[in-house]
Nanobody, 114 residues
């Protein structure tokens, strides 16, 4: 499987970005799709994930600001990020979890200036 993330960039605090991740391969609708992030010097952490049926989970730090969604017809998962803060600066990675196997995309950099 290949995961192609896009949409990162430089934005001022309070701004918005939308990340997209297009997945190749089969069984997309059965997979848990997620977004993780890794800031310099920190461990990779879960930002949000979404199950095939639409159930979502969010890190406390992004609740109310970020929204994850998926389009199973397009094999794509999205992360809408609003009211961005400097502490959201990180490389964001798309993740697919299917039958216990994790697959990762190449990451897209999000930089939030104060």
């Amino acid at each position: 499987v290949q995961l192609q993330a896009s949409g990162g960039g430089l934005v001022q605090a309070g701004g918005s970005l939308r990340l997209s991740c297009a997945a190749s391969g089969r069984f997309f609708s059965n997979a848990i799709m997620g977004w993780f992030r890794q800031a310099p010097g920190k461990q990779r952490e879960l930002v949000a994930d979404i199950h095939g049926g639409g159930t979502t989970n969010y890190a406390d730090s992004v609740k109310g600001r970020f929204a994850i969604s998926r389009d199973n017809a397009k094999n794509t998962v999205y992360l809408q990020m609003n009211n961005l803060k400097p502490e959201d600066t990180a490389v964001y990675y798309c993740n697919r979890k299917l039958l216990g196997i994790n697959s990762w995309g190449q990451g897209t950099l999000v930089t939030v200036s104060s």
